[in-house]
Each structure stands twice: as C-alpha cells, then as structure tokens.
C-alpha cells in the first residue's frame, strides 16, 4: 500500500502560510452558505479542519472526512478543545471506499488537484449529494509553471465545466476570486470557485 503522504505532514500541516490561505477560501465559501443553516455539508478531503470547521456554524451539521488517519485524529482534537456540537468525522478514500453517506453540500477545497482521476471523483461526490444538491469546488487555475508527477497542476474553466455536465450536474457558474504570491507548489497562483448543482 501507497503511503499516505499526508499522515506524514498532518502533524506541521497548520502553517501560518495554510492558515491565511484557509481564511480566505472559507470566506469565500461561507458566501454560498448564506441559507443553509438547515442543511448538511460535507468537507471531502478536510486535512486539519481549517476550512470546514470555521464554516460548520454556517450548516446545521458538518462531516469531515480526510484520507488520512492523522489528519483526522487533529481535527477531532480541535472539535473537543472548542466543543463544536455539530461536526462528525469520517476517515475515507471516495476513489476506493463506498460510504453511505449523503448531504445537501459538498465542498472539495484545494483536493481534486491531488486525485489523477477527476471524473471518477466527481461522479463519487455526485452520488453523495441529495437531489438539487450544491457541489463547491476551490481549486487552482492551470499553471503551466507547476510540474508534480502526483498532482494536476491546476483546472481550466471550461474543461470542468464540461466534465461536471456530463457527470450530470445541471448547471455550474465558475469565478475566480484571489491571486496568491508562491501558494501553488511555491508559483503565484489564481483560485477559483465552482458551484454546481446536481
């Protein structure tokens, strides 16, 4: 079995550089959760928490699931220190674990650039979400500068779009909304926001 590159960082994965990061797209995300306050989002891919729970006020209950024994086992610890009511926490691997698990909201923050396959991915996270259901996706514009064996080195608008109609979801609106200095494999990068629904 493939070691998990993410149990190895969990521990350091809070740097002030993810921190501000973080911020900013929960900011963002936060504005498509204007009315949800009786509704169930999923945070696929949560890492530490740093996103998910600083919007999980935003929903009536929160699901945190990572990849990553570790980096749920932080998260855990941030929900008991700050006695959070309404997050539970999964580990699982959408690409090859069969949860039985649905929700109104699916955000996927800064992880489909770390799974090769993104149509297997989609169709995973179309499954999860309920009819008329919201999936938020924030990711990087293509950067022709980022070179990983292991991860895309970001999206093209209208490539996704694409992608995300013919999983079936009937319509997604696509705006980028910050430019950060070196926040992409050390290269300035633009993040964008994807909101589709099923």
Known sequence: MEENVFETIAKKYDSTERIELANIIAHKVREELVESKDKTLIDYG????????QIAD??????????SENMVEIINNKVEANNIQNVETFVA?????????????????????????????????YKTL???????????????NVYH????????????????????????????????EKVFMKQDATLFIAVSKK
Request: aromatic fraction near 6%.
């Open 46 to 53: 949560s890492g530490t928490g740093l996103i998910g729970l």
């Open 58 to 67: 935003s929903v009536k209950n929160a699901i945190l699931i990572d990849s």
């Open 93 to 125: 691997d959408f690409t090859k674990d069969t949860m039985d698990i649905k929700a109104d909201i699916v955000l996927v923050s800064l992880v489909l650039l770390h799974i090769p396959d993104t149509k297997i991915i989609l169709e995973k996270l």
């Open 130 to 144: 309920h009819t008329d259901g919201k999936l938020i996706i924030i990711d990087f514009d293509k950067n022709p």
């Open 149 to 180: 064996p292991k991860v895309h080195n970001g999206f093209v608008a209208d490539e996704l779009k694409a992608l995300l109609t013919s999983t079936g979801f009937k319509s997604t609106n696509i705006q980028q909304f910050h430019h950060g």
